[in-house]
Each structure stands twice: as structure tokens, then as C-alpha cells.
């Protein structure tokens, strides 16, 4: 039997159909970011795979749905979705095969429910996105969309009952994850029409948007992604706080989510100017050697 196999048995995924949803979920998922399916496969309890795999598949849905055509077209086929999903969680059952793994992990952990709804409710927050004049304009993102989309896979990871203190140290970690990602992902955003700086903290340091829409690699604008990259570095080990607001059992893949931001912020420090070209990408090997320390502690805490 396959450890996915096995995965699928303890969460209590018995039917041969869902059994295949979940599936395909999960080679979507891998499409997506192979490195999810491989951490969480690797480190996570097996019961926890499947629901974990199901808040990601919806979470990339439901971005996909965001990011692709023109705003009218995605306004509408993110308004469908949202009453397809919202019908089908108060039905209790539906029709789609793209939606009964996400079904079956709510009724598994009942507090999924409400996150779902959250993120589904944050949507138009990125299809108004219309760039930040100040970081308090960042902030109030992050509270509007980026948390509610990452809370649908951490409450899963989270403690059980009151997840007030875990919800309040997510925030903070997720301010950090988002920063690096604005930072990293410049030259693409950027290609895509979208600056994701505040134009507060590019007139604090004499950057036009033309600079880096031009790629100029000059000293201000080095300066201005070091000074964000510092921020980001900065509030990414206050997020880990995080790491002990969870049960035991979740801390390696929670450590390792930490990590592989640390790696990338690294990667990306290397060479400032070049994210005006490029994104940044965690060195593999030192990926690999976390992945394989935070295995052994998870193979531990199994016996």
C-alpha cells in the first residue's frame, strides 16, 4: 500500500470515487507546487495529508479564478464560485468532483467551514487591487485577503478549540511571507501591470515606478528592496511564534513552511537588483536538507 494510500484510510477516505477526487486534487496540487505535496506526504500525520491537500487544491482554484482573463470575466467566475461553494457547504454534499474533497475535509475538521467562507468572502479584494499608496494600504491587504486565504490550510494545522493566539501569530507570519513574496515577484507583477510596493515607501526612497518597471539597478533602488527584504526578515522570526501554538505533530511542517520564506529571503538578498529581472528561488540543496531534518523529527515524534 502506498503512504498515499494509507493517507487516504485515515482520514477516512473510503469511497473508490472520492477516493479518485482526492486524487486528483492532490496531482493538481503537485502541478502547482510539487513541494507541498512532498512536505506535507512527508511530515504531516497521514489522517492530516488528504485535508491539507484539499485546502490547497481549493485555494489554488479559487486563485487561478482570480488571476486569469479580464476583471469582468473574473469578477463573474469567481461570483459563480463563490454561491457553488457556499451552496454546497450548506447542502452538505454536492455534485462536483472538484468540490467533495473539500466537502469531506469540513466535516473532518468543522472549523475548515468558516475559513473557507472567510477567503471566499476576501475575493474581491484582489480583484480591486489597485496597488498601495501607504503601508498602512499593505497592512489592511493583508488583513483582507492574505490571512483569511492562508488560514484555509493553518486552521487545519492549528491547535484544536480557541485558535485566537494561533490566528494573531499566522497574522504575523503571513505579513512576512506576503513581503517577501510582493519583493520577490516584482519583475512578474510587474509584467502583469501590478506594483504591489507602496508608492509610500518608493517616494522614501526617490524610486519612481519607471525604475523598476525599466529594470535600472541603481543604488536607491537596491536600497529600497534591502530595506523591505530587512522588514520581511525582521517579522518572519517574530512569526515564528507560530511554530509552538501547534500541536506537536504539525511542528515540522510548520517549521518547514518557515524555512523554505527564510531560504527564499536569503536567495533573494544574494542579489537585490536581479529581482528586478527575476524571481528568486531557495537554494535546492539547503531546501532538501530542511526537508530531510524536519522528516526525522516528524518520524520521531511517530515512535
Known amino acids: 500500500m502506498s503512504r498515499w494510500e494509507r493517507a487516504l484510510d ?20 503537485t502541478r502547482y507546487k510539487r513541494e507541498v505535496t512532498l512536505a506535507a506526504g512527508l511530515l504531516l500525520p497521514d489522517r492530516m495529508v488528504p485535508p491539507v491537500i484539499a485546502a490547497a487544491a481549493f485555494m489554488h482554484h479559487t486563485d487561478t479564478l482570480l488571476d486569469s482573463g479580464p476583471l469582468a470575466e473574473r469578477r463573474a467566475a469567481s461570483a ?6 457556499t451552496e454546497s457547504l450548506a447542502a452538505g454534499r454536492t455534485d462536483d468532483p472538484g468540490l467533495r474533497p473539500l466537502l469531506h475535509s469540513v466535516d473532518a ?14 475575493a474581491d479584494a ?3 487591487f489597485a496597488g498601495f499608496a501607504t503601508e498602512a494600504d499593505y497592512q489592511a491587504y493583508v488583513d483582507g485577503y492574505s490571512l483569511p486565504g492562508f488560514m484555509v490550510v493553518a486552521a487545519l494545522l492549528g491547535p484544536d478549540g480557541d485558535q485566537g493566539a494561533y490566528r ?8 512576512a511571507s506576503q513581503r517577501l513574496d510582493f519583493v520577490n515577484d516584482l519583475a512578474e507583477d510587474l509584467a502583469e501591470g501590478r506594483l504591489t510596493i507602496p508608492e509610500q515607501a518608493l517616494r522614501a526612497h526617490g524610486v519612481t515606478r519607471a525604475d523598476l518597471e525599466q529594470a535600472r539597478d541603481l543604488p536607491a533602488v537596491r536600497a529600497l528592496l534591502g530595506e523591505l527584504l530587512d522588514l520581511a526578515d525582521r517579522t518572519l522570526a517574530e512569526g515564528r511564534a507560530v511554530v509552538d501554538l501547534v500541536p506537536a505533530a504539525h511542528r515540522p511542517m510548520v517549521r518547514c513552511i518557515i524555512g523554505i520564506d527564510e531560504l527564499t529571503g536569503a536567495a533573494a538578498r544574494r542579489d537585490p537588483g536581479a529581482l528586478l529581472r527575476r ?3 531557495p537554494a535546492k540543496t539547503g531546501a532538501l ?3 530531510a531534518r524536519e522528516y526525522v523529527r516528524a518520524r520521531r515524534l511517530r515512535g
Open 279 to 281: 524571481s528568486a528561488s
Open 168 to 175: 494573531a501569530a499566522c497574522r504575523t507570519f503571513i505579513d
Open 80 to 85: 459563480r464560485w463563490r454561491r457553488d461553494v
Open 289 to 291: 536538507r530542511l526537508l
Open 126 to 128: 484582489d480583484l480591486d
Open 109 to 122: 475538521h468543522p472549523a475548515l467551514r468558516d475559513r473557507v467562507l472567510d477567503f471566499l468572502a476576501a
Open 10 to 29: 485515515a482520514a477516512g477516505v473510503h469511497e473508490p470515487g472520492l477516493r479518485a477526487d482526492f486524487g486528483r486534487q492532490r496531482d493538481r496540487v
